[in-house]
């Protein structure tokens, strides 16, 4: 069965303490792994997507890796605003319009 | 604007009222999608169509229904309100090919007393 698993549930980091959450997978062929961030109330908004093993995407402080079983989104030197809950997401090569959500980790960075 | 727009953006309701929530999209996408988010449960995909003919039920869609009224717009039903369906719900779009990220609406959050 597809299905993607996010560790941890929740992170809270000082400002400038860098720290990687984590994107677990099981998928019948990887189309494709995305990363979003979601703030309170809103809708997800899209940060990366990442389509094979050993790539990489980067976006300020947010760098995004893929692995044949998991996917890490690297936060260097955090700010407060990058606080916020950040959901993975996968794609399989089958059914493409299916995407299976991860539960996401809630991420707070205090000043 | 908002490429893909929910009306209303919260909506509270009794058991057993019928609710619509809509969807309007400005990204020319083909391919529309409603969710479902409850705490711990991530988002559920309700019902996805893929052009103004095609209609398919997601893996939740019992107790809902949906109408694809143009290329743009795309609406949700519930035809009679249960406390359960109190949630947040979110329009997507993606593009045709269907390869690719998809794009969220700012959500519509109903509660059902």
């Known amino acids: 069965e597809d299905q993607v698993t996010q560790s941890p549930e929740a992170l809270r980091l000082q400002e400038g303490e860098s720290s990687s959450l984590n994107c677990s997978y099981t998928v019948s062929g990887l189309r494709g792994l995305f990363w979003y961030r979601q703030d309170p109330g809103k809708g997800p908004e899209f940060l990366f997507t990442l389509y094979s093993a050993g790539e990489e995407k980067e976006k300020e402080r947010l760098k995004a890796t893929l692995t044949k079983k998991e996917s890490f989104l690297h936060i260097t030197a955090p700010k407060p605003e990058d606080s916020a809950t950040y959901l993975c997401a996968v794609q399989a090569r089958l059914g493409t319009y299916k995407y299976i959500f991860g539960t996401g980790t809630r991420l707070k960075v205090l000043a | 604007d908002a490429d893909v727009t929910q009306t209303p953006r919260n909506r509270i309701t009794k058991t057993g009222k019928r609710i619509m929530l809509e969807c309007s999209q400005t990204?020319?996408?083909?391919?529309m999608y409603w969710y479902r988010q409850d705490p711990g449960l991530g988002l559920r995909l309700i019902y996805y169509s893929f052009d103004v003919k095609d209609i398919n039920k997601g893996e939740i869609s019992d107790g809902y229904s949906v109408s694809r009224q143009a290329q743009a717009k795309f609406s949700l039903s519930l035809e009679s309100a249960i406390p359960n369906q109190t949630a947040l719900y979110f329009c997507?779009?993606?593009?045709?090919?269907?390869?690719?990220?998809?794009?969220f609406g700012e959500g519509s959050r109903l509660t059902v007393l």
């Open positions: 997507a779009t993606s593009d045709t090919q269907g390869i690719g990220e998809l794009f």
């Open positions: 990204k020319g996408h083909d391919r």
